[in-house]
């Protein structure tokens, strides 16, 4: 006989389990390639189960954002305290990372997952998004010693996920670009990031 009805406890469990399994699936082989069936089925749910915690895949894919954030931050502490880097070496790395994601367990959304996404979001919840990326992103500066005043922030923002989004863009959202140099313009606008911020260090 099925289950009928669950403790206020085991529904916050499974949607910890919901959460936590997107984004290990999304991390690994991208949001799109990631289905609502794939997550229900692995925590072991029902498709009108999972429904009753997220309305869309996209609240899904916010919570999973929201959820990896303390782990980017984790990571870029524990590379800024690295003895055995420099400080452009540890800040290299951790764009490079980002830029990488699929292959370092980080989620990137591309550009039509932010059109998706973003147009599904109640203004109210995307306002909350923008503050804690705006939160994220000012402590990895503080991790590498830049002062995160709003225009840092919102600069330092901007030049990332540029980064990010075209190494994920080239070349089936942006077929004009030259897919052979996809790696070595990510190099560069890498590079061009870490010589930009290194010069705002404290």
């Known amino acids: 006989m099925p289950r009928v009805a669950y403790s206020e406890k085991e529904r916050l469990h499974i949607r910890e389990r919901l959460v936590a399994t997107g984004l290990e699936l999304m991390s690994r082989q991208g949001i799109q390639h990631t289905t609502v069936e794939q997550i229900y089925t692995a925590v072991g749910i029902s498709r009108t189960f999972f429904y009753s915690f997220f309305p869309t895949k996209e609240d899904l894919v916010v ?28 800040f290299r790395t951790f764009l490079h990372a980002c830029c990488y994601g699929e292959q370092n367990g980080i989620a990137v959304l591309t550009v039509e997952e932010q059109q998706k996404i973003f147009r599904r979001l109640s203004p109210e919840s995307y306002a909350a998004f923008r503050e804690k990326q ?69």
């Open 63 to 90: 919570e999973t954002l929201y959820l990896q954030q303390p782990r980017i931050l984790a990571f870029a502490r524990r590379l800024a305290g690295d003895p055995a880097l420099s400080w452009r070496e540890a």
């Open 134 to 202: 705006a939160l994220l992103f000012g402590r990895i500066l503080e991790c590498f010693g830049i002062r995160a005043d709003r225009e840092r922030i919102a600069l330092f923002t901007n030049l990332s996920l540029t980064a990010m989004i075209v190494r994920r863009a080239i070349p089936d959202t942006l077929p004009l670009f030259v897919p052979e140099a996809a790696d070595a313009t990510v190099e560069f606008q890498i590079n061009a990031i870490v010589d930009a911020m290194e010069k705002l260090r404290d």
